[in-house]
């Protein structure tokens, strides 16, 4: 079946120590979006891709970067984890509407960072 | 600033019984989108109502759309234990940008 899959489900990393998560799709779709989610909170977009074109969020930190070497990947790297980095992160993907407003996103299940 | 905000945030009714859950938002929008999530899941696409639309079925969802009062309602008829979630409404952010934000979220319990 097409869908979103994110590796690993669950990520423990300590105080400072580089982590990628990563984020595939069988889609082909050329939107592909990072979320950050706390408990009981919105998502909130860190940056998306459209095709290679990347667009970050103005409030999203230095430390969150990302890579989207080909269509069907794309990676989260956070560069020094903070405690406050806890969190789910969550990876969609939408294909492109043509129109200027996005289609439903298709989401992964998400992995759970804990710091320690 | 968060452009959708929900309606209650909390939500608890007995299985069989209906829920309504309100999203309302502040700027214009083309779409307006409905999801769910379980817990500790990713969310899951529910329904998608243009603004040109006023009223959207899918099985036992309904979503309504008021563009003149900025608003919109998910209406989940005849509960299921299996419709307890968190329910988010999601709206496109500007003209031209192919991304969401979405609104906190009301957690729908369904008592058996």
């Known amino acids: 079946d097409a869908m979103v899959i994110q590796n690993p489900r669950y990520q423990v990393t300590q105080f400072g120590k580089p982590v990628t998560l990563s984020c595939s799709q069988t889609?082909?779709?050329?939107?592909m979006y990072w979320y950050q989610q706390k408990s009981s909170q919105a998502p909130k977009l860190l940056f998306h891709y459209y095709d290679k074109d990347f667009n970050n969020e103005a409030d999203t930190p230095d430390n969150f970067q990302s890579r989207r070497p080909n269509t069907s990947f794309c990676f989260l790297d956070i560069r020094s984890p903070g405690l406050g980095d806890a969190a789910m992160y969550l990876c969609?993907?939408?294909?492109?509407?043509?129109?200027?407003?996005?289609?439903?996103?298709?989401f992964g299940p998400g992995t759970r960072l804990t710091v320690t | 600033s968060q452009q959708g905000e929900e309606d209650p945030q909390a939500l608890s009714i007995q299985e069989g019984e209906n829920a309504t859950m309100n999203c309302s938002y502040k700027?214009?929008?083309?779409?307006l989108q409905w999801y769910r999530q379980n817990s500790g899941r990713g969310l899951v696409h529910l329904i998608l109502?243009?603004?040109?639309?006023r009223e959207k079925h899918s099985g036992r969802l309904r979503v309504t759309l008021d563009t003149s009062k900025k608003s919109s309602s998910l209406l989940i008829t005849a509960s299921r234990a299996a419709d307890t979630a968190s329910y988010f409404c999601a709206t496109d952010a500007r003209q031209g940008a192919q991304k969401l934000v979405f609104g906190q979220g009301t957690r729908l319990t369904i008592n058996p």
């Open positions: 889609l082909n779709h050329n939107v």
């Open positions: 969609a993907t939408s294909r492109d509407s043509g129109q200027g407003s996005p289609y439903e996103q298709y």
């Open positions: 700027t214009s929008i083309n779409n």
């Open positions: 109502i243009r603004s040109n639309e």
